[in-house]
């Protein structure tokens, strides 16, 4: 498994590159209504990946991530999307809650078999 600092290196590297390439292409994203959602679905990446960096930096330094984090990866990504169309930014929001929803599942199932080790041990 990835240590924190890893992840973070390679999560703001992520981020870095969908953002460049999101406005190196901006005027095709901004040209059709699926690149407007492809637009949208680039923002939501780099909420995730913006979501991962922020959440590793707070590990690192010993503080428990909250929705302040979400809060803030999510206007990063909405300001990002809106660079390109205003129609990417509900679809930014959109695609980025579902992202969220999977996170959240996943982690749920990454920390239960965790918190029932720590019972059985007891």
Avoid: D
Wanted: with cysteine; hydrophobic share 50%.
């Amino acid at each position: 498994m990835a240590g924190s600092g890893s992840s973070m290196t390679s999560s703001i590297l992520i981020c870095i590159i969908v953002l460049s390439l999101q406005q190196m292409y901006r005027a095709k994203l901004a040209s059709s209504e699926l690149f407007t959602i492809l637009g949208g679905f680039t923002s939501s990446l780099i909420f995730l990946s913006l979501l991962t960096f922020i959440g590793n930096l707070q590990e690192t330094y010993g503080q428990k991530t909250g929705w302040g984090a979400v809060i803030l990866a999510e206007c990063f990504a909405l300001v990002a999307a809106s660079t390109v169309h205003r129609v990417c930014i509900s679809t930014c929001f959109l695609f980025s809650m579902v992202l969220l929803y999977e996170v959240n599942k996943l982690s749920l199932r990454m920390v239960a078999p965790k918190i029932e080790s720590k019972i059985r041990k007891h």
